[in-house]
């Protein structure tokens, strides 16, 4: 497929943070005159205005959703100028649906423009909250995608309306970063969404492995963190004049080595592959028959009732955009497993693709060793270096080797966001301590191995009140809060662990706001509830 329209008049367009320009428009507290535009009304946000223009307005929400339907220039956008640029499936939805916002999103807006006092929209109502919300769901697990185009969403309306990720536009090329990234993916993640980032694609302007860098330098890395996605390669059709026919003026060949250099680039840095998004029929026509990159999810662009035909090398999608129309903002997808296999996707580095392969990294032949830059070694067919590999975007870069000749013989490597991994042969497992963290610092200020004993598990959170929590093998479980009541351990092997424990640990009595202390011949420790616990061990 191939694009059309791209003579449309791109307007004023100015993509900037709603929040902000609400402010503004509020402090100018005038109402200038109002200009016709016949486009107005084509537009999600039109009738707020009742076709017409002002500086008032387009002070409150950008042009684009007020004027007018997107057209693409023949140019790819650049940071700071007035064109989103393309969005995910550019290639196969009709040019009106790249603005398009749900009705509640789009409600959000014209509430936005009366609360400035835009005059037109005083008078305009939100379009009823249910017909959209009642579209066609295929079964699955709902999800949608957005970029410069939708900076109005309402998340917490989109979550109501069952989805359940999103993924957010970050950059394009090498030029260009979108505005409204950082609002969409911090809304997504607070409105109870996995999240993700994605980088549209131009192949012949610069290398993979550059475009890569400039994806993950703004945004679109990952981490284990439970809640973020691998990041999105949206490579499709081109949707520039000026960088030549739907497959960028490049052979299967060199797009099969720039996908290839993007996605080794993402999986060193991150420690992982990304997510791949195309059409079939741009794959097939400009890749050709090919299974090297089944070891990628595939997010697949079809707007019908049936995922049809897939790209070659996957036996099944894991993502299917399903239509650029609703019932979500921007786009709406949907994922074809189960929830336990989505959210593996999330967190695990090695996930395997629902239609496709294994990804190599995730099992290391017997002596295969990672060295850094630094010269720094990690053994990846061991426990630690096994552990490290799964989730390298979190951990960092090695700082020393692997060293063992610790307590009951364990062995331990740090690595450079501040985690150090342990593994002991008696059965304690393999688990990293945030030495950069107030738990970390804690256990590190006990004595290490030496003094609480060696992490049970990697540090958790979530507890009540947003409380962490980490365990470790001598009896000890170091608790912190982010309301003040410190980083304490209880000794939950002795009597007032065991009496705190059975009051429902953090639920009952609260967390420990000291650390066990010595009272007369046994101990003492307060807690948070209001409790003082005495025992004699």
Same mark, same amino acid.
């Given at each position: 497929?191939?694009?059309?329209?791209?003579?449309?008049?791109?307007?004023?367009?100015?993509?900037?943070?709603?929040?902000?320009?609400?402010?503004?428009?509020?402090?100018?507290?005038?109402?200038?005159?109002?200009?016709?535009?016949?486009?107005?009304?084509?537009?999600?946000?039109?009738?707020?205005?009742?076709?017409?223009?002002?500086?008032?307005?387009?002070?409150?929400?950008?042009?684009?959703?007020?004027?007018?339907?997107?057209?693409?220039?023949?140019?790819?956008?650049? !940071? %700071?100028? @007035? *064109?989103? =640029?393309?969005?995910? /499936?550019?290639?196969?939805?009709? $040019?009106?649906?790249? &603005?398009?916002?749900?009705?509640?999103?789009?409600?959000?807006?014209?509430?936005?423009?009366?609360?400035?006092?835009?005059?037109?929209?005083?008078?305009?109502?939100?379009?009823?909250?249910?017909?959209?919300?009642?579209?066609?769901?295929?079964?699955?697990?709902?999800?949608?995608?957005?970029?410069?185009?939708?900076?109005?969403?309402?998340?917490?309306?989109?979550?109501?309306?069952?989805?359940?990720?999103?993924?957010?536009?970050?950059?394009?090329?090498?030029?260009?970063?979108?505005?409204?990234?950082?609002?969409?993916? !911090? %809304?997504? @993640? *607070?409105? =109870?969404?996995?999240? /993700?980032?994605?980088?549209?694609? $131009?192949?012949?302007? &610069?290398?993979?492995?550059?475009?890569?860098?400039?994806?993950?330098?703004?945004?679109?890395?990952?981490?284990?963190?439970?809640?973020?996605?691998?990041?999105?390669?949206?490579?499709?059709?081109?949707?520039?004049?000026?960088?030549?026919?739907?497959?960028?003026?490049?052979?299967?060949?060199?797009?099969?080595?720039?996908?290839?250099?993007?996605?080794?680039?993402?999986?060193?840095?991150?420690?992982?592959?990304?997510?791949?998004?195309?059409?079939?029929?741009?794959?097939?026509?400009?890749?050709?028959?090919?299974?090297?990159?089944?070891?990628?999810?595939?997010?697949?662009?079809?707007?019908?009732?049936?995922?049809?035909?897939?790209?070659?090398?996957?036996?099944?999608?894991?993502?299917?955009?399903?239509?650029?129309?609703?019932?979500?903002?921007?786009?709406?997808?949907?994922?074809?497993?189960?929830?336990?296999?989505?959210?593996?996707?999330?967190?695990?580095?090695?996930?395997?693709?629902?239609?496709?392969?294994?990804?190599?990294?995730?099992?290391?032949?017997?002596?295969?060793?990672?060295?850094?830059?630094?010269?720094?070694?990690?053994?990846?067919?061991?426990?630690?270096?096994?552990?490290?590999?799964?989730?390298?975007?979190?951990?960092?870069?090695?700082?020393?080797?692997?060293?063992?000749?610790?307590?009951?013989?364990?062995?331990?490597?740090?690595?450079?966001?501040?985690?150090?991994?342990?593994?002991?042969?008696?059965?304690?497992?393999?688990?990293?301590?945030?030495?950069?963290?107030?738990?970390?610092?804690?256990?590190?200020?006990?004595?290490?191995?030496?003094?609480?004993?060696?992490?049970?598990?990697?540090?958790?959170?979530?507890?009540?009140?947003?409380?962490?929590?980490?365990?470790?093998?001598?009896?000890?479980?170091?608790?912190?809060?982010?309301?003040?009541?410190?980083?304490?351990?209880?000794?939950?092997?002795?009597?007032?662990?065991?009496?705190?424990?059975?009051?429902?640990?953090?639920?009952?009595?609260?967390?420990?706001?000291?650390?066990?202390?010595?009272?007369?011949?046994?101990?003492?420790?307060?807690?948070?509830?209001?409790?003082?616990?005495?025992?004699?061990?």
């Amino acid at each position: 497929m191939t694009f059309t329209d791209r003579s449309r008049p791109l307007g004023r367009l100015r993509r900037t943070l709603i929040a902000a320009l609400c402010c503004t428009a509020l402090a100018l507290g005038t109402t200038p005159a109002l200009a016709q535009d016949p486009a107005v009304a084509n537009a999600p946000l039109g009738p707020a205005t009742g076709g017409q223009e002002s500086a008032q307005a387009r002070g409150v929400v950008p042009e684009g959703d007020v004027l007018r339907d997107p057209g693409l220039p023949a140019v790819p956008p650049t !940071t %700071g100028g @007035a *064109n989103p =640029g393309a969005t995910l /499936g550019q290639g196969s939805k009709p $040019l009106g649906e790249t &603005s398009h916002l749900s009705q509640e999103s789009t409600a959000a807006g014209i509430s936005r423009l009366q609360q400035a006092g835009v005059p037109q929209a005083a008078a305009a109502s939100a379009p009823p909250a249910t017909g959209e919300a009642a579209a066609w769901k295929p079964a699955g697990i709902l999800g949608m995608d957005v970029s410069g185009w939708q900076p109005t969403v309402d998340w917490a309306a989109e979550y109501r309306n069952g989805a359940r990720f999103a993924y957010v536009k970050t950059t394009e090329g090498t030029g260009y970063r979108s505005p409204s990234f950082n609002g969409q993916y !911090t %809304g997504a @993640a *607070n409105a =109870g969404m996995y999240r /993700g980032a994605y980088h549209f694609a $131009l192949p012949s302007v &610069s290398s993979g492995a550059a475009q890569a860098d400039y994806f993950i330098a703004n945004g679109g890395g990952w981490t284990a963190d439970g809640r973020t996605m691998p990041g999105l390669l949206d490579v499709e059709f081109n949707p520039y004049a000026s960088l030549g026919n739907q497959c960028f003026n490049m052979s299967p060949a060199q797009l099969k080595s720039w996908i290839t250099s993007f996605a080794n680039r993402y999986l060193q840095k991150t420690g992982r592959y990304p997510m791949i998004y195309t059409a079939t029929s741009w794959w097939n026509s400009c890749i050709g028959s090919t299974s090297e990159f089944n070891h990628m999810p595939l997010h697949l662009a079809n707007y019908s009732g049936s995922v049809g035909p897939l790209p070659s090398g996957w036996s099944t999608h894991d993502v299917w955009q399903y239509s650029a129309s609703g019932p979500f903002s921007g786009d709406s997808n949907v994922y074809r497993g189960s929830a336990a296999q989505l959210r593996d996707l999330v967190v695990n580095a090695a996930h395997k693709p629902l239609g496709g392969r294994t990804p190599a990294h995730a099992a290391a032949p017997s002596g295969q060793v990672y060295t850094s830059g630094n010269g720094r070694q990690v053994k990846l067919s061991g426990a630690i270096g096994t552990k490290w590999n799964k989730a390298r975007g979190t951990y960092g870069e090695p700082v020393n080797n692997e060293s063992c000749g610790l307590v009951q013989s364990g062995c331990f490597q740090t690595f450079s966001k501040g985690y150090t991994i342990y593994w002991t042969p008696n059965g304690t497992g393999t688990n990293a301590v945030k030495t950069w963290g107030a738990i970390g610092e804690k256990w590190m200020q006990a004595g290490y191995e030496r003094g609480y004993g060696y992490p049970l598990h990697d540090e958790a959170c979530g507890l009540t009140g947003g409380g962490c929590y980490q365990t470790f093998s001598n009896g000890y479980t170091v608790y912190w809060t982010p309301f003040g009541t410190g980083t304490h351990a209880v000794y939950t092997w002795g009597a007032i662990g065991k009496q705190w424990m059975q009051a429902g640990y953090e639920r009952g009595y609260g967390y420990p706001t000291t650390d066990r202390q010595r009272s007369g011949n046994g101990y003492s420790q307060r807690f948070s509830g209001g409790r003082t616990l005495t025992g004699a061990s």
